[in-house]
């Protein structure tokens, strides 16, 4: 956390804001979940999934009033988790052509 020193009194309209706006989104992810979208849901879901997790790592964690360093370190796993993930589609996806291409 900063150095500075903070008033929580002062950040509770703060919270209050974030848990309106987590609470909305839980709405929308739920009622995204039944518009027929096809393959679509699990974007939306995943795109607003993300919204929320970064209003609670960001405010109710304090992440954006970090160090610089903490954001490079964090950018550095995020960075890495989405090279693995690349990694899987693209060996999934050749497991599927190999498969589609021997029957």
């Avoid at 970090?66 to 950018?75: D, F, I, N």
């Avoid at 550095?76 to 050749?94: E, K, P, Q, R, T």
Wanted: hydrophobic residues 55%; glycine residues 8%; aromatic residues 8%.
């Amino acid at each position: 956390m900063s150095e500075e020193i903070h008033d929580p009194r002062k950040q509770v309209p703060a919270y209050l804001k974030v848990f309106g706006l987590l609470l909305l989104l839980a709405v929308i992810n739920v009622a995204a979940s039944y518009l027929p979208l096809g393959g679509g849901n699990i974007g939306v879901g995943l795109l607003v999934a993300g919204t929320q997790a970064i209003l609670a790592l960001g405010i109710l964690m304090h992440f954006f009033w970090e160090k610089k360093t903490v954001h490079h370190l964090v950018a550095l796993a995020l960075g890495s988790v989405v090279v693995l993930l690349v990694i899987f589609v693209c060996c999934y996806v050749d497991q599927l052509n190999t498969v589609t291409s021997v029957k």
